[in-house]
């Protein structure tokens, strides 16, 4: 499913006033903002629901991470949607190049990449 259309049936579900957060949502107890705590809350149940394994917030931020370097998108941006700071990102390169390997294999513009972003400097 298309962004336009998860938007548009939010939009028809939860019906946001004009001075509303654009993800906020109808609680029995009036619109309250779509928070990390409320979306950690439904995909436990989602997962409970459907005896999927156990997802964290990390999981996701990693998962988001992956799937935009995979697609190609430039590490800087990924960097920056991620809001890793400082070095935080390479280190991350740096422990999951094992899990990253498998799909960089036909890709040697992108192991160039990596190969300077997640490597230490030779001195």
Not at 40 to 46: A, D, G, L, P, W
Request: aromatic share 10%; charged share 15%; hydrophobic share 40%.
């Amino acid at each position: 499913m298309d962004p336009a259309t998860w938007l548009d049936n939010h939009l028809s579900l939860n019906h946001p006033g004009l001075t509303d957060h654009l993800f906020a949502w109808r609680h029995p107890k009036g619109i309250r903002l779509l928070t990390k705590t409320e979306v950690t809350k439904y995909m436990q149940e989602i997962v409970a629901q459907y005896d999927l394994p156990n997802i964290k917030g990390h999981s996701l931020h990693i998962g988001g991470t992956l799937h935009y370097l995979l697609l190609g998108t430039p590490f800087e941006v990924v960097k920056m949607m991620g809001r890793w700071s400082g070095e935080s990102f390479t280190h991350y390169l740096q422990k999951h190049t094992v899990i990253l390997a498998p799909y960089l294999h036909n890709r040697p513009d992108w192991i160039d990449k990596l190969t300077h972003l997640a490597l230490p400097p030779v001195c």
